[in-house]
Nanobody, 126 residues
């Protein structure tokens, strides 16, 4: 399977907003985003179960980021607002086959997702 297709990254000032987009394929039922900042480990950001639209967010982005279906089939958005310098990093779209008991929770790790994008860079400046 081809890598997932991400778009929407770029530079932004602190307090600003960006929307990332990801197009998935296949029969995945769960998609989300991980990110990796400079000299940091990869961490989960948000997830959505595609059938129920149940969502999960990490504590660091809750209330600022929103994951949702996009404007086309198989397209999903991560709307990011009130961005901070510690949001800087490479954002990876992921997808896998997980049901609503696992997908919208904090129990899944990067190794639990078989489909990945190549990443899109988000850089937040002061």
């Amino acid at each position: 399977q081809e890598p997932l297709v991400e778009s929407g990254g770029g530079p932004v000032h602190a307090g600003g907003s960006l929307t990332l987009s990801c197009e998935i394929s296949g029969r995945d039922t769960c998609m989300g985003w991980f990110r990796q900042g400079p000299r940091q480990e990869r961490e989960p950001v948000a997830r959505i179960h595609l059938n129920t639209l149940y969502t999960w967010y990490s504590d660091s982005v809750k209330g600022r980021f929103t994951i949702s279906p996009g404007n086309a089939e198989k397209v999903f958005w991560l709307q990011m607002s009130d961005l901070r310098s510690d949001d800087t990093g490479k954002y990876y779209c992921v997808a896998g086959y997980w049901d609503e008991e696992y997908c919208p929770t904090g129990r899944l790790h990067s190794g639990d997702f078989e489909h990945w994008g190549r990443g899109t860079q988000v850089t937040v400046s002061p």
